[in-house]
């Protein structure tokens, strides 16, 4: 398709390749949708200067927002694999460790801070930054349902001994899982280099271009995503940098 | 201001339930028609603390050293030198007063239900309104925080006919509790004993004991809960930390970027 | 009691038996731990169960209940071998030195009769319990106490069978905690040393109730323990205002000031006082003997003007009685079951709760053809008719319940145990149309007055007559001052002196008259409504006074509190507080003495004795004033005899060790319907080998029609139990929790089982024995089986106790008696 950018002269043409159905789109969403109130109805627990939020009746409002938003955030990945679970059993293999994941961890300060595209080694349909938020999320939303159901349902039943535990993980899991929220919240929304990131999950579809530069493995495949990857380096080289 | 403290002297104690059944009739708690006790074969009722039941009389049949004896135990909120509930109850409905009193202002109370288990003694009772919803109150316990703003002593206090309950400044019920234990020594109460001295900071509820803390059920060295520790002391503010350190990584990104970086071509 | 409840910190040993005042008088604790805290006092506590009194005991013992007089037989006997005894008080102060008829004999010879015994009639001629007089009738005494007829000597012999095994096989407690005992109370018998001994129901409910309650007053006679503070006997009454309802005469047997109901012997004024005041009679010597100013001027109260020299008194309006008679509560029942009483008028109690062989009683409510309560609850009295498996169209009785108001809302005064009265205010309103009980009353007399004139019949005068001029609401401090009493005329002593000028509230009894210028309601009350000092400077009606400051000597009298009968007198019989020559025994328990300078009895407390009389006057050493000798009554005669004897309870497991006589000889034991579901039926120890007794909780009250009402107190105590040894369980495959049903002769209930290590096996002369113990506060009635609480629907400890009493106050043996126990 032909899009007219801002502040350039011509439009410029973009070919868009298929990346994430629509329930993947919707589930990512409403995913957002319920972790956002979760995180902002748990913080007014946590964070003492927003005591007066959490006091007497809007106390209990935000209280019943959390388990409201809680109940579908639990539901949501269990729904998801009732319509499409090999799509989503797919994903979570993605989201796996790999090899490539090194050699982004090592190309990731001077790709992302600097801009040198010769940095970063191919990756497949999800970079090691990608696959971190998802298996955060993943391993969150365990521990968030694992602690949290008792929490609700399990005063006076499970020892408070336990329950203590279940507050500090529950703590710990809150944390990781928002400063990896605030991050993919920059990366996909503010930062220049990502800006398909966002219409992919909105659309559905990323740009040819895109994909061949931030995901060349899952574009090009294993082998030609290396070779031109050596290419560009060499290319790099003789440039004497950027 | 001095810090005030309940003095109970369960070697007085007759277990007549005064005091059980004061604190209802000053607090407007209710009685059989909430809890609909059975006779469980002991004399011993309402089982347990609950939100309408705030102190009651726990009765344990003991051979000691010293021959048979009959324990009464009035129990309630410790009201702790070092309060774990005041530490984890995140609207501040749970206040450790001035004079020693961890008093509750039931307004603010969510229902989160933090006191209730993170407390050493297991004292704070919820009162759910709705268990789906969460729409609670806590409920234990506050030493008649009315009636002693107000120059008054607690109902229990003041009922008790046997004369076993005191209630001032914590010195001097500590050494009337002191002089009670070597009395009672003197008379053959070999394991006589003062709860509460040293305990979490000093209890404000005082015990003199005649057999060892155990044989009532309650804890010898009842520990602040460590988790309470870790949550509110490490937990929390390294994660204070880690928001910080996020967004200030994550603006500095930012900045950086915008400088080194211009959008990506596009064909 | 002779002392008083603040006293009780006075004593140096506490003996508390028969009594769980921890548990039916728990502001009493705060003077018992005041003895305990500040005195080093030594409290031993003996019950058949640890009880919450014995909680607070420095030495316990389980008994057997129905073996006090063998515990305490036990205790004389020890006393009198060790010459514990306070030995200038038992030689100048009791009837130890005086001489006892040489035909007496007792049961040490007599095989457990007293000389004089008519089996036929179960009744006992007295004349050889009579006293030795010289001519002009005086006692024959010998102070040496070596005479073989004297009361000291007969006590030993009649004791010397109580010796500590024999107690202890009787009693099951074991040997070494016998002695104990005894060795530790019998030290209250130095000079300087109190011990009281307060006792409740647990040794008045039994057949021989009276004599456990003599058997204790001889070891307080025997210590030095009476008249002086921290001792006393000490009878804890069981109801509020019991003692009110006795000293006003609410018995079959007494009018208020216990003043002796008339029989049909005594035909006219002048023949009932000649009965009282003729040798050996009730008033012929000692206080008594202005008995006669007492009924007469009793009789002016009542009859007001028409009660006058002229008329002798009105006292023909007065019912008499069948002599001999019995009216008690037992006999009531009986002649009720039997048909012969038409209506019963009920206030505030509930018999088919309360009563003796309650389902008999519940029978006898039947036969009825009217019955009126006054109740603040609905009862399983008022709804005796309409009970769990009683068909109401079966039952002709018509039920009237008039509502009445309850304690706090109606003024009026009410007497403790320790005989302290004190007026209360209304504080709070009565609910609907509940009105006081003294309102219902007025209304009824009222009414009845009006019938009475418009339709007279033969006999209306007692009625017609009656003063009753109270008031349509009656006003309360009128009956108040008219039971003070008041000068009709003005009251002249023998010199002419005015006394008390005409209409004057009367401030002492001593200014009662014999000749219609004085009317007083009760006696012994004569000053509780008078004006008197308070101590700030105000005069109020005494019994109005609240001064908890002024404490002369500090013993606790606080004479400015209340006023207590009679005559404000805290300790009664303070006399002996003095030794024989008015000097106090020790200076630290110095309470009342004679100064000789002034010539007047000086001290902390009103003088219960005639301050002017000297130690060295005629009668100046007889402190008893309302016995005829002034001595108190080692030896005294009641209707089983003038020692206390030990018989055992009417249902008992074992033989009698003392003699051949099993049970009390004068009790009467009914029979009605023997052999019927419902009668008055007696068990063995084959077919109900348990001891059983019954008892009260703290946490409720009576027969429970009040606090089975009240969710705070049925949420401490929901349900009817059964307490049990471990043993006991284990036999039987109970455990604690579980349903239960208890047996004996007259019923069968449920209850929730109780295992407890505070009830052990007991061994009495071989065999081990078990006891259980029932409260008896449940019914069907309030928050129990009526609305759900529990599903047992009979839970009345007392369809299990038997329908006969004490012989001489025919008080129900609800304590001792058999049963048998198994799993529901």
Redesign the interface.
């Known amino acids: 398709m032909t899009v007219q950018l801002k502040g350039r002269a011509e439009a410029i043409t973009i070919q868009w390749i298929p990346k994430y159905t629509t329930l993947e789109r919707a589930a990512h969403w409403l995913h957002t949708a319920t972790f956002v109130p979760l995180a902002i109805t748990g913080m007014i627990l946590y964070f003492p200067f927003l005591q007066p939020l959490a006091q007497g009746p809007a106390g209990m409002t935000f209280r019943l927002i959390h388990r409201v938003a809680a109940v579908i955030f639990g539901l949501l990945p269990i729904v998801y694999f009732i319509f499409q679970p090999r799509r989503l059993i797919l994903n979570i293999r993605e989201f796996l460790p790999s090899k490539d994941d090194i050699g982004w961890l090592k190309g990731a300060p001077a790709y992302y801070l600097l801009g040198r595209h010769e940095a970063m080694p191919p990756q497949g349909r999800f970079n090691a930054g990608e696959k971190m938020n998802g298996l955060i999320m993943i391993v969150a939303w365990f521990v968030f349902g694992l602690t949290g159901v008792p929490m609700w349902f399990g005063k006076g039943v499970i020892p408070p001994e336990v329950f203590r535990w279940l507050v500090v993980f529950h703590d710990l899991a809150m944390i990781v899982s928002v400063c990896m929220f605030l991050v993919h919240l920059y990366l996909a929304v503010a930062h220049p280099l990502m800006w398909a990131g966002l219409v992919s999950m909105r659309f559905g579809v990323t740009s040819a271009e895109y994909a061949a530069e931030h995901h060349a493995k899952w574009y090009y495949g294993p082998k030609r995503a290396m070779e031109i990857w050596e290419a560009k380096k060499r290319e790099a080289a003789q440039k004497g940098g950027h | 201001m001095a810090r005030l403290a309940m003095l109970i002297d369960e070697s007085?104690c007759?277990?007549?339930?005064?005091c059980?059944?004061a604190c209802?009739?000053w607090n407007d708690r209710?009685?059989?028609?909430?809890?609909?006790?059975?006779?469980?074969?002991?004399?011993e009722?309402?089982p347990d603390l609950s939100p309408q039941t705030w102190t009651r009389i726990k009765f344990t049949?003991y051979?000691g050293p010293d021959g048979?004896?009959?324990l009464?135990l009035k129990e309630g909120c410790m009201h702790c030198g070092d309060p774990a509930c005041v530490a984890v109850c995140?609207?501040?409905?749970l206040k450790q007063q001035p004079n020693g009193l961890v008093t509750f202002e039931r307004?603010?109370?969510?229902?989160?239900?933090?006191c209730?288990?993170?407390?050493p003694f297991?004292i704070p009772r919820?009162e759910v309104v709705n268990?789906?919803?969460?729409?609670a109150k806590s409920s234990k316990c506050v030493f008649c925080q009315d009636r002693v703003t107000n120059g008054l002593l607690p109902a229990c206090v003041k009922t008790c006919?046997?004369?076993a309950l005191d209630f001032g400044d914590r010195d001097e019920m500590i050494a009337k509790g002191q002089e009670r234990v070597k009395?009672l020594k003197a008379?053959?109460y070999t394991q006589a004993n003062l709860y509460g001295v040293d305990q979490l900071g000093g209890l404000g509820r005082l015990y003199v004991l005649i057999a060892p803390p155990e044989a009532y059920g309650l804890p010898a060295n009842p520990q602040y809960?460590a988790?309470?520790n870790?949550?509110q002391k490490i937990?929390?503010p390294?994660?204070n930390v880690?928001?910080g350190a996020?967004?200030l990584?994550?603006l500095g990104?930012?900045l950086?970027?915008?400088r080194?970086?211009?959008?990506?071509e596009?064909? | 009691m002779t002392n008083h409840w603040v006293d009780l910190k006075n004593a140096d040993y506490i003996l508390i038996i028969g009594s769980n005042c921890a548990e039916n008088h728990p502001a009493s604790m705060t003077w018992i731990h005041k003895a305990q805290n500040e005195r080093g006092a030594k409290l031993i506590v003996v019950d058949p169960r640890f009880t919450r009194s014995a909680s607070q005991a420095d030495i316990f013992a389980q008994i057997r209940p129905g073996t006090d007089i063998a515990f305490f037989g036990g205790m004389i006997k020890y006393i009198l071998d060790n010459e514990l005894y306070h030995k200038d008080y038992v030689v100048h102060y009791t009837n130890a030195a005086t001489l006892v008829n040489p035909d007496y004999k007792g049961p040490d010879e007599l095989d457990g009769l007293f000389s004089g015994y008519d089996p036929e009639k179960r009744r006992y001629d007295r004349s050889t319990w009579t006293y030795q007089t010289d001519q002009d009738g005086k006692p024959l005494r010998d102070e040496t106490l070596q005479d073989p007829h004297c009361v000291f000597q007969i006590m030993k012999r009649h004791y010397a069978r109580y010796d500590l095994d024999t107690v202890s096989g009787v009693t099951g407690i074991p040997k070494d905690l016998l002695e104990k005992i005894y060795k530790t109370y019998a030290e209250s018998g130095q000079p300087g040393k109190a011990g009281t001994i307060l006792y409740a129901m647990g040794q008045t409910q039994h057949t021989v109730g009276s004599q456990n309650v003599r058997a204790l007053a001889i070891v307080q006679l025997l210590l030095g323990n009476i008249g002086i503070p921290g001792g006393g006997v000490n009878a804890l009454r069981g109801e509020s205002n019991v003692q009110g309802s006795t000293d006003m005469g609410v018995l079959a047997h007494i009018l208020p000031g216990y003043l002796p109901v008339p029989t049909e012997a005594d035909v006219d004024l002048k023949t009932y006082i000649e009965n009282k005041t003729k040798p050996g009679g009730a008033w012929s010597g000692g206080y008594w003997t202005n008995g006669p100013k007492f009924i007469t001027s009793l009789l002016r109260a009542w009859w007001g003007p028409y009660a006058v020299q002229r008329t002798d008194f009105a006292y023909q309006y007065l019912p008499k009685v069948d002599s001999p008679a019995n009216y008690y509560w037992i006999a009531l029942f009986e002649a009720m079951y039997a048909g012969k009483i038409k209506g019963l008028w009920i206030m505030g109690q509930n018999p088919a709760v309360g009563g003796p062989n309650a389902r008999f009683e519940r029978e006898a409510l039947k036969k009825l053809e009217w019955l009126v309560v006054q109740e603040i609850f609905d009862t399983e009295t008022t709804s005796f008719w309409r009970a769990p498996g009683e068909d109401p169209s079966q039952i002709q009785t018509e039920v009237f319940v008039l509502p009445a108001a309850d304690a706090m809302e109606k003024a009026g005064s009410i007497v403790t145990s320790g005989r302290l009265i004190q007026w209360r205010d209304k504080v709070a309103e009565a609910p609907g149309e509940a009105k006081p009980d003294h309102q219902i009353i007025n209304l009824i007399a009222l009414k009845l007055k009006e019938l009475y004139a418009a339709d007279p019949g033969p006999f209306p005068q007692p009625i017609l007559h009656l003063v009753w001029d109270y008031g349509k609401e009656l006003d309360i401090e009128k009956v108040a001052r008219e039971i003070n009493g008041y000068a009709v005329k003005d009251v002249k002593d023998a010199q002419g002196n005015v006394l008390a000028k005409k209409d004057a509230t009367l401030t002492t009894f001593a200014h009662l008259q014999a000749d219609g210028s004085t009317a007083c309601g009760a006696w012994i009350y004569t000053g509780y409504f008078s004006l008197q000092p308070d101590g700030f400077g105000n005069m109020l009606p005494a019994a109005k006074r609240r001064n908890s400051v002024y404490d002369p000597g500090g013993w606790g009298n606080y004479p400015y509190w209340g006023w207590a009968w009679p005559a404000n007198r805290r300790i009664i019989y303070n006399r002996c507080s003095a030794d024989p020559d008015g000097k106090p025994w020790s200076e630290d328990r110095k309470y009342i003495w004679w100064d000789e300078a002034q010539k007047k009895w000086m001290g902390y407390d009103v003088p219960d004795f005639v301050v002017t009389k000297a130690p060295t006057d005629p009668g100046g050493r007889d402190p008893f004033i309302m016995r005829t000798d002034g001595k108190g009554g080692l030896f005294a005669a009641m209707n089983e005899g003038p020692l206390p004897e030990h018989y055992e309870p009417v249902e008992s497991p074992v033989k009698n060790v003392f003699s051949s006589q099993q049970i009390n000889p004068v009790v009467k034991v009914w029979k009605t319907d023997e052999g019927k579901d419902i009668g008055d039926n007696y068990g063995s120890p084959d077919q109900f080998p348990i001891i059983a007794t019954t008892y009260r909780l703290v946490e409720h009250w009576q027969a429970g029609g009040m606090s089975r009402w009240l969710d705070w107190l049925v949420e401490a105590q929901p349900e009817m139990f059964v307490e049990m040894s471990q043993e006991l369980a284990a036999e039987k495959g109970i455990k604690s929790g579980d349903k239960v049903k208890v047996r004996s002769a007259r019923g069968e209930i449920e209850a929730v089982a109780i295992v407890t290590a505070r009830i052990k096996p007991l061994q009495v002369n071989g065999k081990t024995l078990h006891v259980v113990g029932m409260p008896w506060h449940w019914g069907w009635k309030g928050l129990t089986y009526d609305v759900g609480v529990t599903d047992m629907v009979q839970s009345t400890a007392n369809f299990l106790t038997p329908h006969v009493g004490d012989g001489n106050t025919m008080i129900p043996e609800y304590k001792a008696f058999l049963v048998d126990v198994e799993k529901a």
């Open positions: 007085q007759t277990a007549c339930r005064g059980q059944v209802k009739q209710e009685g059989w028609l909430y809890s609909r006790t059975r006779n469980r074969g002991s004399y009722n309402p049949e051979e048979f004896r009959w009464f995140p609207t501040g409905a307004e603010l109370c969510n229902g989160c239900g933090y209730t288990q993170f407390c297991h919820l268990p789906l919803t969460g729409e006919p046997a004369k009395a008379r053959g809960p988790l309470a870790v949550w937990i929390q390294l994660g880690a928001f996020t967004l990584g994550i990104a930012f950086f970027v915008r080194k970086i211009r959008m990506e596009v064909r």
